[in-house]
């Protein structure tokens, strides 16, 4: 999970300065809109350890497959 954060860090560095938050920045001065901003981006992005599938993409085929299971038959 370190390696994981140290990434997604470094990804928002190259991808937008203005986007990044450094190190203590207090989020209570961001506002919420600023951040789903963020999560959106984040989420909806592909990553190579999920087969260039956004989380976001992952999690509707998991939801699915269980939704399948439970209401088969």
Same mark, same amino acid.
């Given at each position: 999970? +370190?390696?994981?954060?140290?990434?997604?860090? =470094?990804?928002? +560095?190259?991808?937008?300065?203005?986007?990044?938050?450094?190190?203590?920045? @207090?989020? !209570? =001065?961001? !506002?919420?809109?600023?951040?789903?901003?963020?999560?959106?981006?984040?989420?909806?992005?592909?990553?190579?350890?999920?087969?260039?599938? !956004?989380?976001? @993409?992952?999690?509707?085929?998991?939801?699915?497959?269980?939704?399948?299971?439970?209401?088969?038959?």
């Amino acid at each position: 999970m +370190k390696f994981y954060n140290a990434y997604i860090n =470094q990804y928002l +560095k190259l991808f937008n300065k203005a986007r990044f938050y450094p190190k203590g920045t @207090d989020f !209570s =001065q961001v !506002s919420h809109r600023k951040i789903a901003e963020l999560e959106h981006i984040l989420n909806t992005r592909g990553r190579k350890s999920l087969g260039y599938r !956004s989380p976001r @993409d992952c999690k509707i085929i998991c939801v699915n497959g269980i939704l399948r299971k439970t209401f088969k038959g």
